[in-house]
């Protein structure tokens, strides 16, 4: 393939060195930045970049040189908390929101997880194939070059391993990195309601297995909440889960503090996702752990909520990551440059913090912070070229429209 040269870059922003891995604290807001540059890709990766004054001389023969008009190059969001593949919208259910209805109110009268289940278990594979990828491409044209997807609308375990083999396709045909996870711990079916015990063994017994007979999940999440899965519940489910190599997230401490983000840093989950509800002990608990705090503000935005602690989770050194939770109920957008935005109004993050929490940090959720979510040389080479910007704040400052005016995925202008 031909080599790609970006020249007259505006500024070159994330050029963090290759071992780091992910920011926590003051980190979180340094944000290495070259200006006037060019880069050079080769083999799909990053393999050099400088001054536009140190442009080198002698460059590969097959060679595509893009002018990148004094825009700025950003390495693509690495988005870590997804649910794109379902059946349906459930726009009826913004209508209840509107009249007042709560989450667990709409839950309560067959809405929610449990309305995207009986959907998804009609729906055939290629459908949800081709939905989840018009979604997929809509993401990416939005700046985001990696992915993580959730299991958890089948809750059979038919529907929870077409989800899965869905989320595979997805992977094998899609030019970014798609993490999966496995989510039938996501509710309990209506036939499970009064007998939880049955529902945990059909998973550790039934679902596990095949699940990683098939290698179809890198992980296990489960939604530990009142009303969903109780904290013993979680404990037992990721244990098995690791029974079979599937390393831990949680959904933690949405709707209350439950004790889902200590029982994470116990299991030495990846990452604790939420985090709406927290306090001194669910900050205390994270310190000195390498389990990463991903925050979902378009999921507070839309269905009010409180929004996270981002100020106290970063000044106690816990690293922070920032996601869509793209998902039919509770957050129907994939959008990031949203989501950063939302970080710097609601969560009060600084625009460098927000940027490396949806890049790094969110690869390093991901657990691919070794091959993206900066601008390195050996990394891949997934990236977004903005309008020209008067400062790196401008793209989270204006909010309500895109400044991206090329993708870059794997050394290719897309």
Not at 45 to 70: C, E, R, V, W, Y
Not at 214 to 229: K, N, R, S
């Amino acid at each position: 393939m031909a080599a790609l040269l970006l020249i007259n870059i505006g500024c070159l922003v994330g050029l963090h060195p290759g071992n780091t891995r992910q920011l926590k604290g003051a980190q979180l807001g340094e944000l290495p930045l070259m200006e006037n540059a060019w880069l050079l890709c080769e083999d799909g990766k990053i393999s050099d970049f400088g001054k536009m004054g140190s442009l080198p001389a002698q460059l590969p023969n097959a060679l595509h040189t893009h002018d990148a008009k004094k825009g700025y190059v950003f390495p693509s969001w690495c988005d870590s908390h997804s649910h794109i593949v379902f059946a349906a919208s459930r726009e009826e259910e913004f209508e209840m929101k509107i009249a007042g209805k709560s989450y667990e109110e709409i839950a309560a009268a067959g809405g929610g997880i449990l309305n995207s289940a009986r959907k998804l278990q009609h729906a055939s594979a290629d459908a949800l194939y081709d939905a989840a990828a018009l979604r997929l491409n809509d993401m990416i044209r939005q700046g985001t070059g990696a992915v993580e997807i959730k299991s958890g609308y089948g809750l059979t375990t038919a529907s929870e391993l077409k989800m899965l083999r869905v989320i595979r396709r997805l992977k094998e045909s899609f030019p970014i990195p798609v993490k999966a996870s496995f989510l039938a711990a996501h509710a309990y079916p209506p036939e499970y309601k009064n007998d939880h015990a049955a529902y945990i063994k059909l998973i550790t017994d039934e679902m596990l297995p095949r699940i990683a007979d098939e290698g179809l999940a890198d992980y296990m999440d489960v939604f530990c909440e009142q009303g969903f899965f109780s904290v013993a519940e979680t404990d037992e489910l990721l244990a098995a889960a690791a029974g079979y190599g599937l390393k831990p997230k949680i959904h933690a401490n949405q709707l209350s503090v439950s004790g889902a983000v200590q029982l994470g840093v116990k299991h030495q989950a990846v990452s604790v996702d939420h985090l709406e509800v927290t306090d001194e002990a669910v900050i205390s608990s994270l310190q000195n752990s390498h389990t990463i705090a991903t925050l979902l503000p378009s999921c507070s935005f839309y269905i009010n909520i409180p929004y996270a602690n981002a100020r106290g989770l970063i000044n106690a050194d816990i690293p922070v990551a920032i996601a869509s939770d793209y998902n039919p109920g509770s957050t129907p957008s994939g959008n990031m440059n949203l989501v950063v935005s939302l970080a710097c109004i609601k969560l009060r993050m600084q625009p460098r913090e927000a940027i490396n929490a949806a890049t790094l940090n969110g690869a390093a959720a991901m657990e691919l912070s070794g091959e993206t979510g900066s601008i390195t040389k050996g990394k891949k080479a997934n990236l977004f070229i903005t309008r020209p910007m008067p400062s790196l704040a401008f793209l989270p400052y204006s909010f309500g429209q895109s400044q991206i005016e090329s993708i870059i995925l794997n050394g290719k202008i897309c």
